[in-house]
């Protein structure tokens, strides 16, 4: 017998008649939709008919007052239409009664429901007309069924959303509810009282009816129209019973669901997604600064002002948020979500994959670091999973967890560009303060209406940032097509006043920073420039040389006797207007005069023009300000070779016993770095100074204080690197301080501890690390300390000094330009300003300015040294020394550079001298202060007639001898508040010393007389040309690539001695 093959048909569901019921009723979303809009039809239906039979009636045909309640005018084409229907409902009501008998199993408790008691009453007596004619004209309250049209709705929209997977809020569903449910009391009214009274003397139409219904529910009763008869007046007394029992209800349900909604922020409109743009902003907990440095600089930009921002968060919006979210200026641009970036229900809500862009920010106070990456992982893939399209900007941690977010458009990892600028910092000063400046949107107004030359100098400069437009279509460059890069960006920069940095070849996505003279400029090029504003905001006024004199007032700020024209660049509103000479561009470039006393025989008698195109002789790298051939006699053989230890095939780490850095006799100061403990970014922190282009005669020993020992992985990753050491300690720990070489260091990093990131209260998580600094700051007032903290907002306590006048000035420029509405207030900041002080937060703007300026990140690696591109330069620094005043302005310095080593100068680090706070004070006021102390002291006394006849006498006889007496006065203030300070510093000294001596260290290596405490330091971004040169200048400037090698590939020795990673035990 064979084998033979038997067809089984498997059911999802049990194959009875109540699972079809259920079926066909509840599960299938469709067929149950279908029905419950039938029915909701056939409700309204019957509902219409009821106003058409009323206006049809006649009910004069009726002979006694009381059959008009109970008996009806019902013409036969009107009960005909009525009874279709009926029968439609009374089967389907047959099988709801069948379904919920066989699914819900208790027949009693769906009898006694209000809505089958209501389908009863309208459906049984029209089958019985059918069937016994003369009931025809029996009244029936059809007009009951507006409540199971209302039950037919709530049930339909349910199903609704089930079946197209789109959900409402539960605010519209309860507010439809609501209307809904008084639409269906004023028609219930309305029809009741209009059909009573057809029993009174006289009737009410439906108008009428409603009119009264209307006045009566909205408390204001007119009396104009009453109910004549008790019976109406009965169901007016019902019907506001029900009212003031039922709309409570109502009411109390929406205002609960109002209240969530306030909490939730409800949903974004999908009308709005489609028709406006906007921006997604997912974050785990929203604090006030990071929203508004988020909305300041997001909106700072013209192509953003018509965007919406919605901003995802799991967390309920605390009450500042509440506040800021409530001015008009963001209540109209910014929705609050509170929902979750992993929920696809809540991405629905923010309309993700309508979005224009997501921004993705890690939560930098969480006490694991670590934890919150994986937090921010998981989000941006919720997001890539949810909307592929969406483009996405993702701020990182950690640079280990960087590759699982390398699908994101812009990518921002925190503790890789903290580490470089703290690093650069210690080789270009205030890097990290330059970094800012250029990632923050400003119109450089600020400190304009400050009396300080400085302030109004460093303000006007800090509007400077970057900018990209397309060669062919610029103004600025199109007329060096074909000619060298850095023939452009000199001539560029002394016509226009603007710095060329890069360019971008179509062909090409590398940006390249100062590729040089061989790089010849194309009409497809995009440049890359430092401007106060764009190309496109600003307006050329040509003028001709005869009228070059007159344009010079407009530059009040940087004045100057230099013979180069005077390039006014002048800022209003978003727009600039530039003054330039009618010369073409060879013109421009004739050789500028020799100064007048040339003392240093080997400088070239003039600077030399830039070329437009590159020969032979101009690409021989060599020395900025003097001859090549100076800096190739100097050289060693040992220097040649220097940096080889990246090519290192054998490393080894010994351990020297040497308790301090003294002994190990470092020729070059120490750069000393405290953090908590040794990671990838620590690492990142040694690339930079340790880079491949950096001279070994040049490179500062690299200390590692840190509370905690590395372990064994770490030090196998940084042995590689010369002159690099370690030692456990703390900077709160004098003695751990001069063993690891402090008076021997000339820059000391701390780093935020992620410890301490975290505290009850927000701004105190940096109070520990304040704290150490200040304490650092006055045993080593020459130490130049650099900081990071976690709020910049605390960097006014950096350096504090209680009873500093000229700090309190800064505080009040500082609340003034708070006023006014600048993005950066603290920039008067002295520590910030000299670049001694950083917060990570700055950089967020970093991420916000890729949604305008896609090429910000790309730019910022490259001068900071993250990233290396074949035919890019780097960021470097320059000391200008007297021997180098002769170049007199920053004009000549740019020409000086382009013509002898094809290198752009971006700005100026810049340190004067300040005179002390209580002279400044002194001088500023001059005798009017010391007056009016004096007079409050004695006001009582000058009352009286004959003292104040003495004090005249006094005052002029003082005012004799004011000239005489004004040096010998000014030299005893500088005497008494010397000797103030001495005997202050002298309680430190000794601390310091005592302490050196009982660790067994030479005092003799301790200043303590070196303060550089009355000092002001600053940066200018791309300075005017006329700008003059001051001694101790530090000049920011991009080296060209092929300098980098000194015009040689670089050397590989095949014998190479390991270099030694050493502890201070």
Same mark, same amino acid.
């Given at each position: 017998?064979?084998?033979?093959?038997?067809?089984?048909?498997?059911?999802?569901?049990?194959?009875?008649?109540? &699972?079809?019921?259920?079926?066909?009723?509840?599960?299938?979303?469709?067929?149950?939709?279908?029905?419950?809009?039938?029915?909701?039809?056939?409700?309204?239906?019957?509902?219409?008919?009821?106003?058409?039979?009323?206006?049809?009636?006649?009910?004069?045909?009726?002979?006694?007052?009381?059959?008009?309640?109970?008996?009806?005018?019902?013409?036969?084409?009107?009960?005909? %239409?009525?009874?279709?229907?009926?029968?439609? *409902?009374?089967?389907?009501?047959?099988?709801?009664? %069948?379904?919920?008998?066989?699914?819900?199993?208790?027949?009693?408790?769906?009898?006694?429901?209000?809505?089958?008691?209501?389908?009863?009453?309208?459906? =049984?007596?029209?089958?019985?007309?059918?069937?016994?004619?003369?009931?025809?004209?029996?009244?029936?309250?059809?007009?009951?069924?507006?409540?199971?049209?209302?039950?037919?709705?709530?049930?339909?929209?349910?199903?609704?959303?089930?079946?197209?997977? #789109?959900?409402?809020?539960?605010?519209?569903?309860?507010?439809?509810?609501?209307?809904?449910?008084?639409?269906?009391?004023?028609?219930?009214?309305?029809?009741?009282?209009?059909?009573?009274?057809?029993?009174?003397?006289?009737?009410?139409?439906?108008?009428?009816?409603?009119?009264?219904?209307?006045?009566?529910?909205?408390?204001?009763?007119?009396?104009? =129209?009453?109910?004549?008869?008790?019976?109406?007046?009965?169901?007016?007394?019902?019907?506001?019973?029900?009212?003031?029992?039922?709309?409570?209800?109502?009411?109390?349900?929406?205002?609960?669901?109002?209240? /969530?909604?306030?909490?939730? !922020? !409800?949903?974004?409109?999908?009308?709005?997604?489609?028709?406006?743009?906007?921006?997604?902003?997912?974050?785990?907990?929203?604090?006030?600064?990071?929203?508004?440095?988020?909305?300041?600089?997001?909106?700072?930009?013209?192509?953003?002002?018509?965007?919406?921002?919605?901003?995802?968060?799991?967390?309920?919006?605390?009450?500042?948020?509440?506040?800021?979210?409530?001015?008009?200026?963001?209540?109209?641009?910014?929705?609050?979500?509170?929902?979750?970036?992993?929920?696809?229900?809540?991405?629905?809500?923010?309309?993700?994959?309508?979005?224009?862009?997501?921004?993705?920010?890690?939560?930098?106070?969480?006490?694991?670091?670590?934890?919150?990456?994986?937090?921010?992982?998981?989000?941006?893939?919720?997001?890539?999973?949810?909307?592929?399209?969406? +483009?996405?900007?993702?701020?990182?941690?950690?640079?280990?967890?960087?590759?699982?977010? *390398?699908?994101?458009?812009?990518?921002?990892?925190?503790?890789?560009?903290?580490?470089?600028?703290?690093?650069?910092?210690?080789?270009?000063?205030?890097?990290?303060?330059?970094?800012?400046?250029?990632?923050?949107?400003?119109?450089?107004?600020?400190?304009?209406?400050?009396?300080?030359?400085?302030?109004?100098?460093?303000?006007?400069?800090?509007?400077?940032?970057?900018?990209?437009?397309?060669?062919?279509?610029?103004?600025?460059?199109?007329?060096?097509?074909?000619?060298?890069?850095?023939?452009?960006?000199?001539?560029?920069? *002394?016509?226009?006043?603007?710095?060329?940095?890069?360019?971008?070849?179509?062909?090409?996505?590398?940006?390249?920073?100062?590729? !040089?003279?061989?790089?010849?400029?194309?009409?497809?090029?995009?440049?890359?420039?430092?401007?106060?504003?764009?190309?496109?905001?600003?307006?050329?006024?040509? #003028?001709? &040389?005869?009228?070059?004199?007159?344009?010079?007032?407009?530059?009040?700020?940087?004045?100057?006797?230099?013979?180069?024209?005077?390039?006014?660049?002048?800022?209003?509103?978003?727009?600039?207007? @530039?003054?330039?000479?009618?010369?073409?561009?060879?013109?421009?470039?004739?050789?500028?005069?020799?100064?007048?006393?040339?003392?240093?025989?080997?400088?070239?008698?003039?600077?030399?023009?830039?070329?437009?195109?590159?020969?032979?002789?101009?690409?021989?790298?060599?020395?900025?300000?003097?001859?090549?051939?100076?800096?190739?006699?100097?050289?060693?053989?040992?220097?040649?070779?220097?940096?080889?230890?990246?090519?290192?095939?054998?490393?080894?780490?010994?351990?020297?016993?040497?308790?301090?850095?003294?002994?190990?006799?470092?020729?070059?100061?120490?750069?000393? =770095?405290?953090?908590?403990?040794?990671?990838?970014?620590?690492?990142?922190?040694?690339?930079?100074?340790?880079?491949?282009?950096?001279?070994?005669? /040049?490179?500062?020993?690299?200390?590692?204080?840190?509370?905690?020992? +590395?372990?064994?992985?770490?030090?196998?990753?940084?042995?590689?690197?010369?002159?690099?050491?370690?030692?456990?300690?703390? %900077?709160?720990?004098?003695?751990?301080?001069?063993?690891?070489? =402090?008076?021997?260091?000339?820059?000391?990093?701390?780093?935020?501890?992620?410890?301490?990131?975290?505290?009850?209260?927000?701004?105190?998580?940096?109070?520990?690390?304040?704290?150490?600094?200040?304490?650092?700051?006055?045993?080593?007032?020459?130490?130049?300390?650099?900081?990071?903290?976690?709020?910049?907002?605390?960097?006014?306590?950096?350096?504090?000094?209680?009873?500093?006048?000229?700090?309190?000035?800064?505080?009040?420029?500082?609340?003034? &330009?708070?006023?006014?509405?600048?993005?950066?207030?603290?920039?008067?900041?002295? +520590?910030?300003?000299?670049?001694?002080?950083?917060?990570?937060?700055?950089?967020?703007?970093?991420?916000?300015?890729?949604?305008?300026?896609?090429? @910000?990140?790309?730019?910022?690696?490259?001068?900071?040294?993250?990233?290396?591109?074949?035919?890019?330069?780097?960021?470097?620094?320059?000391?200008?020394?007297?021997?180098?005043?002769?170049?007199?302005?920053?004009?000549?310095?740019?020409?000086?550079?382009?013509?002898?080593?094809?290198?752009?100068?971006?700005?100026?680090?810049?340190?004067?001298?300040?005179?002390?706070? /209580?002279?400044?004070?002194?001088?500023?006021?001059?005798?009017?202060?010391?007056?009016?102390?004096?007079?409050?002291?004695?006001?009582?006394?000058?009352?009286?007639?004959?003292?104040?006849?003495?004090? @005249?006498?006094?005052?002029?006889?003082?005012?004799?001898?004011?000239?005489?007496?004004?040096?010998?006065?000014?030299?005893?203030?500088?005497?008494?508040?010397?000797?103030?300070?001495?005997?202050?510093?002298?309680?430190?000294?000794?601390?310091?010393?005592?302490?050196?001596?009982?660790?067994?260290?030479?005092?003799?290596?301790?200043?303590?007389?070196?303060?550089?405490?009355?000092?002001?330091?600053?940066?200018?971004?791309?300075?005017?040309?006329?700008?003059?040169?001051?001694?101790?200048?530090?000049?920011?400037?991009?080296?060209?690539?092929?300098?980098?090698?000194?015009?040689?590939? +670089?050397? *590989?020795?095949?014998?190479?001695?390991?270099?030694?990673?050493?502890?201070?035990?």
């Amino acid at each position: 017998m064979g084998w033979k093959w038997v067809y089984v048909e498997f059911y999802v569901d049990e194959n009875t008649f109540k &699972e079809r019921l259920k079926l066909f009723f509840i599960k299938n979303q469709r067929s149950s939709l279908r029905i419950r809009i039938f029915n909701f039809c056939l409700k309204l239906l019957t509902c219409v008919l009821y106003i058409i039979r009323v206006m049809t009636d006649n009910p004069a045909q009726l002979r006694h007052t009381w059959e008009l309640i109970f008996w009806v005018d019902r013409k036969v084409p009107v009960w005909a %239409i009525q009874v279709s229907p009926k029968k439609s *409902k009374y089967y389907s009501l047959q099988s709801g009664f %069948i379904l919920h008998v066989f699914f819900q199993g208790n027949i009693w408790e769906q009898i006694f429901q209000v809505s089958f008691l209501l389908e009863m009453l309208n459906t =049984v007596p029209f089958i019985i007309t059918i069937f016994w004619p003369p009931l025809r004209n029996l009244f029936i309250p059809v007009f009951l069924n507006c409540w199971l049209a209302k039950c037919a709705l709530e049930s339909m929209i349910n199903d609704l959303h089930r079946a197209i997977q #789109r959900t409402h809020s539960a605010m519209f569903n309860q507010v439809l509810i609501l209307i809904c449910t008084l639409l269906c009391l004023v028609f219930t009214g309305t029809c009741g009282i209009q059909h009573l009274e057809r029993a009174g003397k006289k009737s009410l139409s439906l108008f009428n009816a409603l009119y009264f219904c209307i006045v009566t529910f909205s408390t204001v009763g007119f009396g104009d =129209v009453t109910p004549q008869i008790w019976p109406s007046q009965l169901l007016v007394v019902v019907m506001i019973c029900v009212a003031l029992v039922v709309l409570p209800l109502q009411f109390e349900e929406l205002i609960y669901l109002w209240m /969530e909604r306030q909490k939730s !922020g !409800g949903n974004y409109s999908r009308h709005r997604a489609q028709t406006e743009r906007h921006v997604v902003l997912c974050v785990s907990t929203l604090k006030i600064d990071l929203l508004m440095d988020f909305l300041n600089e997001f909106y700072a930009h013209p192509h953003t002002q018509d965007h919406y921002v919605v901003i995802l968060c799991p967390c309920e919006v605390d009450v500042q948020v509440r506040r800021i979210l409530q001015i008009p200026l963001w209540s109209q641009r910014v929705i609050y979500l509170q929902g979750s970036a992993l929920k696809n229900q809540d991405l629905l809500r923010a309309k993700m994959d309508d979005a224009e862009a997501c921004f993705i920010l890690s939560s930098r106070n969480e006490a694991d670091r670590m934890a919150a990456d994986h937090q921010t992982i998981l989000r941006a893939w919720a997001v890539k999973d949810f909307a592929p399209n969406c +483009p996405l900007y993702v701020q990182i941690l950690k640079p280990e967890n960087k590759f699982h977010v *390398k699908f994101a458009d812009h990518v921002v990892c925190e503790e890789e560009f903290k580490y470089a600028m703290l690093a650069l910092n210690c080789l270009c000063p205030a890097t990290s303060t330059l970094i800012t400046l250029l990632v923050h949107t400003s119109r450089g107004q600020e400190g304009q209406q400050s009396p300080e030359q400085w302030q109004r100098m460093y303000g006007r400069c800090s509007g400077n940032e970057v900018y990209h437009i397309r060669l062919g279509d610029s103004m600025f460059f199109r007329e060096y097509n074909s000619k060298s890069f850095t023939y452009a960006a000199f001539h560029a920069h *002394k016509k226009y006043g603007v710095c060329l940095i890069g360019v971008k070849r179509e062909d090409d996505k590398s940006i390249l920073l100062n590729p !040089g003279p061989r790089h010849i400029m194309s009409a497809s090029d995009t440049c890359y420039y430092i401007n106060i504003t764009k190309e496109e905001n600003s307006a050329f006024i040509l #003028r001709q &040389e005869e009228d070059q004199g007159k344009g010079r007032g407009h530059c009040d700020i940087l004045n100057s006797p230099s013979g180069l024209p005077v390039h006014s660049i002048i800022a209003s509103m978003g727009t600039v207007a @530039m003054d330039f000479q009618n010369t073409s561009p060879t013109e421009s470039g004739v050789k500028l005069a020799p100064p007048p006393e040339n003392e240093q025989g080997s400088r070239r008698p003039s600077i030399a023009p830039v070329l437009e195109l590159a020969d032979s002789a101009s690409l021989l790298p060599c020395d900025l300000l003097c001859d090549q051939s100076e800096d190739e006699a100097g050289q060693s053989d040992e220097d040649v070779t220097a940096n080889e230890c990246i090519a290192l095939d054998h490393i080894s780490i010994s351990y020297l016993s040497h308790i301090y850095a003294k002994a190990y006799g470092f020729k070059n100061k120490l750069i000393i =770095v405290s953090a908590e403990t040794a990671g990838n970014g620590l690492y990142n922190f040694i690339v930079p100074l340790r880079a491949y282009y950096r001279p070994r005669r /040049e490179l500062n020993p690299i200390v590692l204080l840190l509370d905690n020992l +590395p372990d064994d992985h770490f030090l196998e990753a940084i042995s590689c690197f010369p002159m690099v050491y370690y030692m456990g300690g703390t %900077i709160d720990n004098l003695d751990s301080l001069l063993q690891c070489g =402090v008076l021997y260091a000339d820059n000391l990093v701390v780093v935020d501890k992620e410890s301490t990131m975290s505290a009850e209260e927000d701004y105190m998580a940096d109070a520990k690390t304040i704290v150490n600094v200040q304490t650092m700051f006055r045993l080593f007032p020459s130490l130049s300390i650099i900081t990071e903290l976690t709020h910049p907002s605390n960097m006014r306590f950096m350096q504090f000094r209680a009873k500093d006048c000229y700090s309190l000035a800064l505080s009040k420029l500082e609340k003034k &330009e708070r006023d006014k509405g600048s993005n950066l207030a603290f920039m008067f900041r002295l +520590p910030f300003a000299a670049g001694r002080v950083f917060s990570i937060s700055m950089l967020d703007t970093l991420l916000y300015q890729c949604f305008v300026k896609d090429y @910000m990140i790309p730019i910022v690696r490259l001068l900071l040294g993250l990233d290396t591109t074949p035919g890019s330069g780097y960021l470097c620094a320059m000391h200008v020394c007297e021997a180098d005043l002769w170049i007199h302005t920053y004009g000549r310095l740019f020409q000086k550079f382009c013509s002898s080593s094809s290198e752009i100068p971006i700005g100026v680090y810049r340190t004067e001298s300040h005179a002390s706070p /209580e002279v400044s004070i002194y001088l500023e006021k001059g005798e009017e202060s010391k007056v009016l102390t004096r007079s409050s002291s004695s006001s009582d006394q000058l009352e009286h007639p004959l003292l104040r006849k003495k004090s @005249m006498h006094w005052t002029r006889r003082l005012s004799r001898r004011s000239v005489k007496r004004c040096d010998s006065s000014l030299s005893s203030i500088h005497q008494r508040l010397g000797v103030l300070r001495r005997s202050e510093r002298e309680e430190l000294t000794e601390l310091v010393r005592n302490r050196m001596q009982h660790l067994g260290l030479h005092t003799a290596g301790y200043n303590e007389l070196n303060d550089q405490q009355n000092s002001i330091s600053y940066v200018l971004i791309n300075p005017a040309p006329d700008t003059l040169l001051q001694l101790n200048d530090v000049v920011h400037y991009l080296v060209m690539y092929h300098a980098i090698f000194s015009g040689r590939p +670089p050397k *590989k020795s095949p014998k190479c001695r390991p270099f030694q990673v050493l502890l201070f035990l």
